[in-house]
Nanobody, 123 residues
Framework: VQLQASGGGLVQAGDSLRLSCSSS?????MGWFRQAPGKEREFVAA????????YYSNSVKGRFTISGDAAKSTVYLQMNSLKPEDTAIYYC????????????????????WGQGTQVTVSS
């Protein structure tokens, strides 16, 4: 599966951005991860197509919203009230395997990754 992510940019604290990730094939779920300079990659949000279930990390819950358009095989990450600590490269990922409960945040349970899109939030 190939992924195409877009929507990153440079914004000020408090602003909003929307990331998009389009998949070339079907999947059980799609997720967003991010990696800041000098830090490990971390889970941000995930969308499970069956039941349209969403998952969020505590750091973005209440500010970010993930949604999906099955007809376009695309997920969106609406990011509001952005903070400087949200600055990172954001990666889209897809899992084609059957979902195992509790694994939505684990990057080793995703099969393919997009190229990443930079999000920079200035203070």
């Amino acid at each position: 599966v190939q992924l195409q992510a877009s929507g990153g940019g440079l914004v000020q604290a408090g602003d909003s951005l929307r990331l998009s990730c389009s998949s070339s094939g079907s999947s059980s779920r799609m997720g967003w991860f991010r990696q800041a300079p000098g830090k490990e990659r971390e889970f941000v949000a995930a969308f499970k197509w069956k039941g349209r279930i969403t998952y969020y990390s505590n750091s973005v819950k209440g500010r970010f919203t993930i949604s999906g358009d099955a007809a376009k095989s695309t997920v969106y990450l609406q990011m509001n009230s952005l903070k400087p600590e949200d600055t990172a490269i954001y990666y889209c990922a897809v899992s084609v395997r059957n979902y195992i409960t509790g694994t939505y945040y684990r990057d080793d349970y995703y099969d393919d990754w997009g190229q990443g899109t930079q999000v920079t939030v200035s203070s």
